[in-house]
């Protein structure tokens, strides 16, 4: 009788708290943590502090991870409408009397400088598995039409900044929520077909359209610029076109093996532009070759299949757009950077994740990894 009794250990009162760690899901964050601590400690050895300010960050996203984890889905379903309510609300302040650099609005002073946009990173999957949810098994039309018009006003705000990366990201994570929602494909093959149309007549008539004089619809002439010079970089090699260049030349260079941990010419001879935040990949793969580069594709890989499991399994609907949204958002990130990097998408301000140094995006990758690990969590719990 007296072990009935018994005080628990230590351990058996702390381990509730760490059994939000997914083991997978940790491994594949210490994988690619590794790299970038690897590659920034190169790219980075002249930007001063840039290598321990990075190293913070990592620290940091492991507290916001492991504070999220603790988080139950409930909890998360009913921080959304708020959290979506506040973004916006920043978005329209940022608008209003927002703080311009380099030409674009994008920060607003509230005590600390802060980019609003980054909270609809989370705010907008945790809005739509939200809403879904509420209708669960009998999501019509007119709700998709309703989560289309709630996915509009935030990206529209963003592109107006103008900050299409963080735009796409917004987007992207939006639309995977209302794609496993059920959306049909007799909707999607349309847009899908439209846009593939318009791609092809971009390249087609690339020389008539790219000419100064002609004005894009919907775009600004830095983003028609970014297309054109994505399409032959060598019209103009020392002003739009150098980024994609360079970044093409780092990666080529490093062959099949790479030239070595802190022996790249291009990164340390600095041709490589923000090579410690948008273009490390190029940095990495010029010091580790292909086969750093398929390692960190495979890394990735893992990542978001080890996602996608969790999803599977999620007991909700709400959890399960959840972490579906959050997992192809990491493929949203890592496709985007790692294209433009290497030549086949235009040049956009989106981060590697895990890898490219940055504060904000960290933070805002914890936050969406904490939440997949706290679905884990509630899915092992309901099973046990």
């Known amino acids: 009788m007296s072990a009935v009794f018994d005080k628990p250990s230590v351990w058996q009162r702390v381990r509730p708290v760490f059994s939000g760690f997914d083991g997978p899901l940790l491994l594949a964050l210490v994988l690619l943590g590794v790299a970038g601590m ?117 990206v529209g705000l963003i592109v107006k900044q103008p900050d299409l990366g963080t735009a796409i990201l917004v987007l992207s994570a939006g639309m995977y929520v209302i794609f496993f929602a059920g959306l049909s494909w007799k909707l999607i093959l349309p847009v899908m077909l439209i846009a593939g149309a318009a791609i092809t007549a971009v390249v087609v008539s690339e020389e008539r359209i790219c000419q100064p004089d002609v004005k894009w619809p919907l775009l600004r002439d830095y983003q028609k610029n970014r297309v054109c010079t994505l399409l ?14 360079q970044g093409m030349i780092a990666i080529g260079s490093g062959g099949v093996d790479g030239k070595g941990f802190m022996k790249g010419t291009q990164t340390h001879l600095e041709f490589i532009p923000e090579r410690t935040t948008d273009f490390i990949f190029a940095a990495f793969s010029e010091e580790f070759g292909l086969i750093g580069g398929v390692s960190l594709v495979l890394g990735f890989t893992f990542l978001i299949l080890r996602g996608l499991m969790i999803a599977a399994d999620a007991p909700t609907v709400f959890t399960r757009l959840l972490a579906g949204a959050i997992t192809l958002s990491w493929f949203t990130y890592a496709f985007v950077n790692m294209g433009m990097v290497s030549g086949i ?40």
């Open 38 to 154: 690897l590659t920034m400690y190169s790219a980075g050895f002249d930007s001063g502090t840039r290598f321990q300010d990075h190293g913070r960050n990592m620290l940091l996203a492991l507290v916001v991870i492991f504070l999220t984890a603790q988080v139950t889905p409930q909890t998360l379903m009913k921080l959304a409408v708020p959290l979506y309510t506040v973004g916006i609300a920043l978005l329209v302040a940022v608008a209003v009397m927002g703080i311009t650099k380099k030409g674009a609005t994008r920060w607003l002073n509230v005590g600390v400088v802060i980019q609003p946009s980054e909270i609809l990173k989370i705010a907008m999957p945790l809005m739509l598995a939200w809403w879904f949810q509420r209708r669960e098994g009998h999501a019509r039309v007119p709700d998709f039409l309703i989560a289309l018009v709630l996915l509009a006003l935030p």
């Open 232 to 245: 032959d970089p060598t019209t103009d090699p020392l002003g739009k076109g150098f980024h994609i260049i």
């Open 345 to 384: 998408l235009p040049v956009v301000g989106v981060p590697l994740p895990f890898i490219s140094y940055g504060g904000t995006a960290m933070v805002t990758l914890g936050l969406g990894l904490g939440m997949l690990m706290s679905i884990a969590k509630s899915r092992r719990l309901i099973q046990s």
